[in-house]
């Protein structure tokens, strides 16, 4: 199984802040990697995927990078909406979560 | 609309079956494969398997081979969940979840099935 690790565990940030969350892969993934955001109560919602790739529909202050075993999401100036947890998913090899990320309000 | 519609909240007792079902509408069914994902109370998110509603060709992570049972009726554009013993660990969220390959990201998700297992 390909192991996702995720840092920070937990986030604070204020409204406008840039915030930065990384993700490792135990072996290489190329590209295959997606960024989701889930709120309480709700379903996770696809933000970014091969990486980079912005889902249609998606704030354009969300971005992706990385390839190979380390990638991060970047939100450039956070907003009151954005206040979620946050995974990643690598899709190489079937599929595997990393164990999410809380963005809290600081 | 392009929505995945999972059946209803349920209550059970360790040692009963259960088959929660997850149907697709507003695209087609059989050109996608459609995902399990286990959410457990105050955890992330964990994926079970995978099944391609067109052949049936099924997949499951080694965590759940064994445990459940994927299925899908192209005709009623359904997925299906299926334990034939439940146990107290099985008390989680189930999202069913739309994707394009065995290995895929997921565009499309169901709202979710909460499993509540209690004596």
């Known amino acids: 199984d390909i192991q996702m690790t995720q840092s920070p565990s937990t986030l604070s940030a204020s409204v406008g802040d840039r915030v930065t969350i990384t993700c490792r892969a135990s072996q290489s993934i190329i590209t295959w990697l997606a960024w989701y955001q889930q709120k309480p109560g709700k379903a996770p919602k696809l933000l970014i995927y091969k990486a980079s790739s912005l889902e249609s529909g998606v704030p354009s202050r969300f971005s992706g990078s990385g390839s190979g075993t380390e990638f991060t999401l970047t939100i450039s100036s956070l907003q009151p909406d954005d206040f979620a947890t946050y995974y990643c998913q690598q899709y190489n090899t079937y599929s595997t979560f990393g164990q999410g990320t809380k963005v809290e309000i600081k | 609309e392009v929505q995945l519609v999972q059946s209803g909240a349920e209550v059970k007792k360790p040692g009963e079956s259960l088959k929660l079902s997850c149907k697709g509408s507003g695209y087609s069914f059989t050109n996608y494969w459609i995902g399990w994902v286990r959410q457990m109370p105050g955890k992330g998110l964990e994926w079970m398997g995978i099944?391609?509603?067109?052949?049936?060709?099924?997949r499951y992570s080694p965590s759940f081979q064994g445990q459940v049972t994927i299925s899908a009726d192209k005709s009623l554009s359904t997925a299906y969940l299926q334990w034939s013993s439940l146990t107290a660990s099985d008390t989680a969220m189930y999202y069913c979840?739309?994707?394009?390959?065995?290995?895929?990201?997921?565009?499309?998700w169901g709202q979710g099935t909460l499993v509540t297992v209690s004596s």
């Open positions: 099944i391609y509603p067109g052949d049936s060709d099924t």
């Open positions: 979840a739309r994707g394009l390959g065995v290995a895929t990201k997921f565009d499309l």
